[in-house]
């Protein structure tokens, strides 16, 4: 039973180019979040989506950012024309439905470097 | 949004003494609230969870956190730590029925024989 699964785990970008991080979820899951980490910081939400569906993204930087969570396939968190402020570990996480309480279940993070 | 303080970013501790992470929340409304564990290069990992109930929660591996709403708190402790206890600790807080996760900067723990 894979968990929570991302790719790369490590990504190196220069500035102006665009970055593509992947997060394929837990079996059964159709709830995603991504959260950021900035160097000396907690995680912080980014966005929650689930199939075909952004259901909140009050957490993401108004420009340059999107994701997406499509019918096939992993949810893709993009970065355009990245900057060195962007260089940060990525987390997905995703849990399975609507309970008042779903545990998040993390992947291992995607460390992105912008030089 | 929460705000979560993690007091200690680095704590050596020696096998077998006890070790005590601490985190403090900013609101006193109702809150879930979580301790992660993140070993070398991998995934976070639910350690504990307080949701509703006794305050003294515990886990599977001799982990245990008390909520304490009056200091708006969830310290971790463990009486006697393993080489293999040797990880990042997140402490993190949601509102209760909110699914965004609110985390602490993280506590290293080495173990050192």
């Known amino acids: 039973n894979a968990g929570v699964m991302q790719n790369p785990r490590h990504l190196v970008r220069r500035r102006g180019q665009e970055a593509r991080l992947r997060c394929s979820p837990m079996?059964?899951?159709?709830?995603v979040y991504w959260y950021r980490q900035l160097p000396e910081e907690g995680l912080k939400f980014m966005v929650y989506l689930q199939k075909e569906n952004i259901i909140d993204e009050s957490g993401m930087p108004k420009e340059r950012f999107s994701a997406e969570f499509p019918k096939e396939g992993p949810s893709i968190l993009r970065i355009q024309q990245v900057v060195r402020g962007d260089s940060a570990a990525y987390f997905c996480?995703?849990?399975?439905?609507?309970?008042?309480?779903?545990?998040?279940?993390f992947g291992p993070g995607t460390r992105l470097t912008v030089l | 949004a929460q705000s979560v303080t993690q007091l200690d970013s680095q704590v050596p501790v020696f096998e077998e003494a006890p070790v005590e992470l601490r985190c403090n929340y900013s609101s006193s409304v109702s809150v879930y609230l979580f301790w992660y564990v993140q070993y070398p290069n991998q995934g976070l990992q639910l350690l504990l969870k307080?949701?509703?109930?006794?305050?003294l929660v515990e886990s599977i591996n001799g982990f245990e956190a008390e909520f304490n709403k009056s200091q708006t708190s969830f310290h971790l402790r463990k009486p006697s730590v393993h080489i293999s206890d040797t990880a990042e600790y997140f402490c993190?807080?949601?509102?209760?029925?909110?699914?965004?996760?609110?985390f602490g900067a993280g506590t290293t723990v080495t173990v050192r024989a």
């Open positions: 996480a995703s849990s399975p439905g609507t309970d008042t309480y779903n545990e998040q279940f």
């Open positions: 993190a807080v949601s509102d209760r029925g909110d699914y965004k996760l609110s």
């Open positions: 307080y949701l509703s109930g006794s305050t």
């Open positions: 079996k059964g899951h159709s709830h």
